[in-house]
């Protein structure tokens, strides 16, 4: 959360591979990168970082370099709390929700150029791809389709998920891939969506504005993390029920408690 170099880590040692000043690649950046929840996605190989942040473009930084590599302009408007951004498989096409005008946006990454756009029916906050890259689901606010899903080979819409939910602002897969859990920030739930029968299998209460999710390997859990609270709340993913939460420390700053756009 402080200023200067977010760090690339390496998944098994933890060991830090790179890192990046943000002040190179946006002139201007908040005190605290959570204010307007910058994301990055890495390639595999780790030698390209592609972030978002409360601009009008894509930004793909070279990470042996520490330098901007291009610039890839999507946004009509500089978004503001951009969360979606996602990587396909093959690393030839990168997907990134432009909330304010209800469409993703789809970029060939080989050629670092815009593509085309897809239309949303709500607000497009996160975005998914599934293991084998044929299917991303997009969840949305403001709307009655709660989670559109893609064809990532055709670009068609093969389903919808239809509930209505106040600020969805994250989503995670179960291991098969049947089931999605949603964060909604206000009113605070944490909604379990079986996609197979289109219907909720249970909505548990999370903590104090529920930011993100994420399972534990096993897919026994959901971890969610809230956004003006310092504990993170524990699921039983099956059933619903709350588990024993995790407390950390107190933030060095007081937390202020703003709903986010975009």
Same mark, same amino acid.
């Given at each position: 959360? $402080?200023? !200067? ?10 060991? #830090? &591979? ?8 946006? /002139? ?11 994301? &990055? ?21 070279? &990470? ?5 590599? +291009?610039?890839?302009?999507?946004? +009509?408007?500089?978004?503001? !709390? ?21 469409? *993703? ?11 085309? %756009? ?5 607000? /497009? @906050? ?11 689901? *997009? ?12 064809? @990532? ?7 919808? =998920?239809?509930?209505? *939910? !106040? ?9 098969? $891939?049947?089931? *999605? %859990? ?28 529920? %930011?993100? =999710? ?7 859990? #959901?971890?969610? @993390?809230? %956004?003006?609270?310092?504990? #993170? +709340? ?7 029920? $709350?588990? $024993? ?5 107190? +933030?060095?700053?007081? =937390? ?5 756009? !975009?």
């Amino acid at each position: 959360r $402080e200023r !200067g170099f977010p760090p690339v880590l390496a998944w098994g040692s933890l060991a #830090i &591979l790179a890192s990046v000043d943000l002040s190179t690649v946006y /002139p201007s950046y908040p005190d605290y990168f959570d204010q307007d929840a910058f994301r &990055l996605v890495v390639t595999r190989d780790g030698a390209t970082a592609y972030l978002v942040g409360a601009s009008t473009e894509v930004v793909a930084v070279d &990470l042996a370099r520490r330098q901007v590599a +291009a610039r890839i302009p999507f946004a +009509a408007n500089p978004l503001h !709390g951009p969360r979606g951004l996602a990587l396909s498989p093959d690393e030839r096409t990168l997907f990134v929700s432009d909330s304010p005008s209800r469409r *993703v946006a789809v970029i060939d990454t080989a050629t670092r150029t815009l593509s085309t %756009f897809l239309a949303m029916d709500g607000l /497009p @906050t996160q975005v998914r791809i599934t293991r084998d890259g044929t299917r991303m689901l *997009v969840l949305q606010r403001a709307t009655t389709n709660m989670i559109t899903i893609v064809d @990532t080979g055709t670009l068609a819409v093969v389903k919808k =998920a239809h509930l209505s *939910v !106040g600020h969805a602002l994250d989503l995670e897969l179960s291991p098969d $891939e049947r089931r *999605v %859990f949603v964060v909604d920030f206000d009113p605070n739930y944490l909604i379990a969506y079986d996609l197979d029968v289109d219907r909720p299998a249970w909505i548990g209460s999370a903590v104090l504005d529920p %930011f993100n =999710a994420v399972r534990s390997p096993d897919g026994q859990r #959901i971890y969610v @993390t809230g %956004f003006s609270s310092d504990t #993170i +709340a524990v699921f039983d993913a099956t059933t619903g029920e $709350e588990l $024993e939460p995790i407390r950390l420390a107190a +933030a060095p700053r007081v =937390a202020r408690r703003r709903l986010p756009r !975009g």
